[in-house]
């Protein structure tokens, strides 16, 4: 029997982008549909700058970005309508309810409205947010905005669903049900690339950790592949982190 082929969910290949100086410098990456990816990093490392141009917010001074083979660049509305964005400011409208504002977000995709409204109820039910649908989002806590931000980019099912930072200032009990719900969609067949300070995050869910620096990838794959690429046999994640990152600035 042959073996089914990987799907590539992103591909990246010699992406660039500067700002006086390079943030993101020729970088190659792929990421394969269903798996959960951790891209880690310092502060400057170019994290950011990578999800926002896959995104489609920022555009690349150089190279190439496919999403499920489909050409960001070319054809940004089709990767779009493939991808959710989810940054870690949450991006929401304080005057509409939770349900007023998947109503708006489901409109925008042009999904039906009846498919929409049975999507949006079960969002906000999968993310405890159901006793607080018709509330205003301005009086809500950072936990509660996180959390429709969250749902309003799983409303048009996304297949690739893009994280940056999206634990920062959350509670115990709203980072869990975050993690719960994410886990949920690559369970589903969703392909997840997250970035998080929060390495034992990292350590838990990725199936694949991407270290980068200077906007390189310096390292990648599973925790213990990292271990062995840095000497650091049965190390935390965080030791293995800083040692290859300490290594990529000496080089």
């Avoid at 969910?9 to 970088?27: M, Q």
Wanted: overall charge negative; proline content about 4%; charged content about 25%.
């Amino acid at each position: 029997m042959n073996p089914i082929p990987r799907i590539a969910a992103l591909d990246l290949r010699a992406l660039s982008k500067s700002f006086g100086r390079p943030a993101v410098d020729r970088l190659d990456l792929t990421i394969w549909s269903g798996e959960f990816y951790a891209l880690l990093g310092p502060n400057g490392a170019g994290k950011t700058t990578t999800l926002r141009m896959v995104s489609g917010l920022l555009r690349p001074d150089a190279g190439s970005i496919a999403i499920f083979g489909v050409d960001a660049l070319a054809d940004p509305v089709a990767a779009k309508r493939m991808t959710a964005w989810v940054s870690d400011e949450p991006m929401i409208y304080d005057k509409l309810t939770p349900y007023e504002y998947l109503e708006f977000v489901a409109g925008l995709w042009e999904i039906d409205a009846r498919s929409a409204e049975a999507t949006a109820r079960e969002l906000l039910d999968w993310l405890g947010l159901a006793p607080h649908a018709n509330e205003r989002c301005e009086g809500f806590s950072r936990g509660m905005r996180q959390k429709v931000a969250l749902a309003g980019a799983l409303v048009h099912d996304p297949r690739l669903i893009i994280l940056d930072e999206p634990l920062t200032g959350l509670d115990a009990g709203t980072a869990r049900q975050v993690k719960e719900v994410l886990q949920q969609r690559v369970r589903d067949g969703c392909t997840v690339i997250m970035t998080t300070h929060i390495l034992e995050v990292a350590e838990r869910m990725a199936q694949r950790i991407g270290v980068i620096a200077s906007g390189r990838l310096v390292a990648e794959g599973t925790l213990e592949d990292l271990r062995q690429r840095a000497g650091r046999g049965g190390d935390t994640l965080e030791d293995v982190f800083l040692t290859l990152v300490a290594g990529s600035e000496a080089a």
